[in-house]
C-alpha cells in the first residue's frame, strides 16, 4: 500500500448470521419436534442476516486523528475489530500501514496468565520494539497506570480498571504508528478518562501518530480529532470536520424517542453479571419540566447477584453532564435474587430541568463497579415547559432548577 494512507478502507462489510429458534404453537408441533429432539442435538433454527458494515469506505493520512461516531449499534466496534485484524470482513479490504496498537475491550491484547510486566514486554514484542525499547518506557507505564503494587501479579487477578488502566499506558507509551481506541475507557473513574485525554493530546500535538477514536463523548472528539467519519446502521453517512459529523449526528439522534429505548445491543463488560434490556421514560409521554419522571429499567441477570447498581445520566448535547441519578447513593446496592429478567423504577417527585434537549447515558455496574454495562448516547430526550415553567427560564445560566422553600428572616 502507499504511504499516502496509514488506513484505508475499501468497500468494507460485514455480515453476521443470527439464529431464532423455530416457535411451536400446537400440541402436534410439540410432540413431534421432542420426537425429532430425540435424534437431533439442536433444536430447528431460522436464520437471518445481519449487516454489522455496509459498503464503508474512507482513507486516513499518516498522524491524522480520527473519530468515529454513531449511536450503539452503528457498526463502530465492528469497524475496529475488522482493522485490527480481529475479525475477517465479509466483502471489501481494510489495509493498514504501520504498526498498530489496539484498546477495544478490557480482556483484549493481555495473556491472562502472565503478569502485568511479562505482558507489557509481551505487546512491545508483538508491536516490533526492541526489549531494550520497552525497558526504556517500563517506569512511565507503570507510573501512568498506577499498578506499581501488582505489576507481578497475573492480570487475570486485576480489577477491570486496573486491566484498562494498563492496557491503556502500554498502547500509548510504546509508540505504535497507529493506535485504534474505542469506548472502553468509559470503565474508568473520571480522574482516569481525564488522565487519558490528556496523554492523547499530549500524543496529538507532540506526536505524527494515527489514531482512530470511537467515543460517545462528542465534546472529546471536538477537542481531539481533526476529521470525523459517522456510522448508522453500518453505512458511512458522514465524513466531516468534527464539528459537522457531530451536528449531524445529534440531529439525527433528535428523532429517536425515549419510549422503549433498546439496550441489548450494547456489550458489557466481559464479566459483568448484569445485562440493560431496555429503558422507558414516562411510559412513553413526553418529558415535562416540574412534572414527574418515570423511569422503568428492564435488565438480565446472569447468575443471582447479591450487589449491583443503576445509573441514568442526562448530558448536553456537547457531552457534559447536567444530572446523575445513582441507585447506590440513594438506596444503597440493589439485590438480584435469581437468574433471568428484573424490572426496576425510579422515579423523579419533580423534574427540574431547563426545558432542552439532553442526552441520555444508562449504566449498570456490580458492586465494585468495575464489572459493568454501559449504554452511552442511547438517546436524546426532550424536556418540554409545563404550564408551571416561568417564562423566563430559557437562556438563563444553570440546568438543575430544584424546587426549594425561599423565606424572608
Not at 246 to 258: D, E, F, K, N, P
Request: net charge neutral.
Amino acid at each position: 500500500m502507499s504511504q499516502e494512507y496509514a488506513i484505508a478502507v475499501e468497500e468494507l462489510s460485514k455480515r453476521y448470521v443470527i439464529g431464532h429458534a423455530v416457535a411451536h404453537d400446537t400440541f402436534r408441533d410439540r410432540l413431534g419436534h421432542g420426537l425429532r429432539g430425540l435424534f437431533r442435538r439442536t433444536a430447528p433454527r431460522n436464520e437471518e442476516e445481519f449487516w454489522a458494515l455496509r459498503d464503508v469506505s474512507f482513507h486516513v493520512r499518516p498522524g491524522e486523528v480520527v473519530g468515529v461516531i454513531g449511536r450503539n449499534g452503528a457498526g463502530k466496534s465492528t469497524l475496529l475489530k475488522v482493522l485490527s485484524r480481529i475479525t475477517e470482513p465479509t466483502a471489501g479490504r481494510a489495509r493498514l500501514h504501520g504498526r498498530v496498537a489496539s484498546l477495544l475491550e478490557v480482556g483484549t491484547g493481555f495473556h491472562p496468565e502472565l503478569t502485568g510486566r511479562e505482558n507489557i514486554f509481551l505487546n512491545g514484542a508483538i508491536l516490533g520494539m526492541r526489549r531494550t525499547e520497552i525497558r526504556r518506557k517500563f517506569d512511565e507505564i507503570v507510573a501512568f497506570a498506577e499498578v506499581d503494587r501488582f505489576i507481578d501479579t497475573p492480570v487475570k487477578r486485576y480489577s477491570s480498571g486496573m486491566y484498562v488502566r494498563l492496557a491503556f499506558a502500554v498502547a500509548a507509551h510504546l509508540e505504535p504508528e497507529i493506535l485504534i481506541v474505542d469506548e472502553v475507557l468509559a470503565v474508568g473513574d473520571a480522574a482516569f478518562q481525564d488522565k487519558c485525554l490528556g496523554k492523547m493530546e499530549s500524543i496529538v500535538r507532540g506526536q505524527a501518530r494515527t489514531i482512530l477514536f470511537v467515543s460517545h463523548n462528542v465534546s472529546a472528539i471536538t477537542r481531539l480529532c481533526s476529521r470525523c467519519v459517522l456510522l448508522d446502521q453500518g453505512r458511512l453517512v458522514a465524513d466531516a470536520t468534527p464539528e459537522a459529523a457531530v451536528s449531524a449526528y445529534l440531529a439525527a439522534g433528535q428523532a429517536h424517542s425515549t419510549s422503549g429505548i433498546d439496550l441489548s445491543r450494547t456489550t458489557p463488560s466481559a464479566e459483568s453479571p448484569i445485562r440493560l434490556l431496555s429503558v422507558v421514560f414516562n411510559g412513553g409521554a413526553p418529558l415535562l419540566n416540574r412534572r414527574p419522571l418515570r423511569i422503568v429499567l428492564r435488565l438480565h441477570a446472569a447468575l443471582p447477584v447479591e450487589k449491583f447498581g443503576l445509573g441514568i445520566g442526562f448530558c448536553h448535547l456537547d457531552g457534559r453532564r447536567v444530572l446523575t441519578l445513582e441507585s447506590d447513593y440513594h438506596n444503597g446496592f440493589l439485590r438480584a435474587p435469581h437468574a433471568g429478567e428484573h424490572t426496576v423504577a425510579v422515579e423523579i417527585p419533580c423534574l427540574d430541568l431547563v426545558p432542552g434537549r439532553y442526552r441520555i447515558d444508562v449504566g449498570a455496574f456490580g458492586g465494585s463497579r468495575q464489572n459493568y454495562h454501559y449504554a452511552g448516547d442511547c438517546a436524546v430526550a426532550e424536556v418540554q415547559p409545563s404550564p408551571d415553567t416561568p417564562a423566563h427560564v430559557h437562556g438563563i445560566s444553570g440546568d438543575w432548577r430544584p424546587g426549594l422553600q425561599w423565606q424572608l428572616l
